[in-house]
């Protein structure tokens, strides 16, 4: 069955380290997402992809990158860590091709500390 | 600017008891409209959906909600909840590809 992997599922890292997230769907959807949730505030954009070489910045992007070389995967990058990034990091799926593919399909998600 | 509102944001619940959860949004367009739930240590997954027609969508495990266009609204129903439900419920407006989430409501059903 398709799915969306994340990995790795938690991590713990320092203020200021590099730190990068994977993404990896196999239901080759055009269209990927990175959210953070954080209790009050719901799921955030962070990021964005139509396509591969396509990425946008959503409501929350400062502090975070991506790239996407391929259909598959759309990893996130924290260039610098930073406390206020401790969050849970949810990716998402979907297919622009009408009907039940406009639907988001999300991972399991990865639980980001810094200290 | 779009938005989407759920003004509660913690409800706990008698087993049997009836669910409405409220959704608000702010978008003058068509639109279109989702619940997601998220249960306890797992990832989100959509209950159900809204784009077009009849204004009354049913979805699983039970769950309903209707879209009133001139109330902007899409509340989420269940007539009888279940210890089961006891999950985060997000409502959403996707507007192009790009999902707008509200806050969420946690829902806690004591059995």
């Known amino acids: 069955d398709a799915e969306i992997t994340q990995s790795p599922r938690h991590k713990i890292t320092e203020t200021g380290r590099q730190v990068t997230l994977a993404c990896h769907q196999t239901?080759?959807?055009?269209?990927m997402f990175w959210y953070r949730q954080d209790l009050g505030h719901g799921l955030r954009l962070i990021h964005y992809?139509?396509?591969?070489?396509?990425?946008n910045k959503g409501e929350v992007s400062d502090g975070y990158s991506v790239s996407r070389s391929n259909t598959e995967d759309l990893p996130l990058t924290l260039e610098s860590a930073a406390s206020s990034q401790t969050s849970v990091y949810f990716c998402?799926?979907?297919?622009?091709?009408?009907?039940?593919?406009?639907?988001?399909?999300f991972g399991p998600g990865t639980r980001l500390t810094v200290l | 600017a779009q938005s989407v509102s759920q003004h509660n944001h913690h409800v706990i619940l008698s087993e049997a008891a009836s669910l409405e959860l409220g959704c608000n949004y702010s978008?003058?367009?068509?639109?279109?409209l989702f619940w997601y739930v998220q249960y306890p240590g797992q990832h989100l997954q959509l209950l159900l959906k809204y784009f077009s027609g009849d204004p009354l969508v049913k979805g699983i495990k039970g769950f309903e909600a209707e879209f009133i266009k001139s109330k902007f609204s899409f509340n989420l129903r269940k007539p009888s909840v279940q210890w089961s439900d006891t999950a985060e419920y997000f409502c959403a407006l996707r507007r192009t590809y790009k999902y707008i989430f509200g806050t969420g409501t946690r829902l806690k059903v004591l059995a």
């Open positions: 998402a799926s979907s297919d622009p091709v009408g009907g039940a593919g406009d639907t988001q399909y």
């Open positions: 992809s139509y396509g591969v070489q396509d990425t």
């Open positions: 978008y003058g367009g068509t639109v279109n």
């Open positions: 239901w080759n959807h055009n269209n």
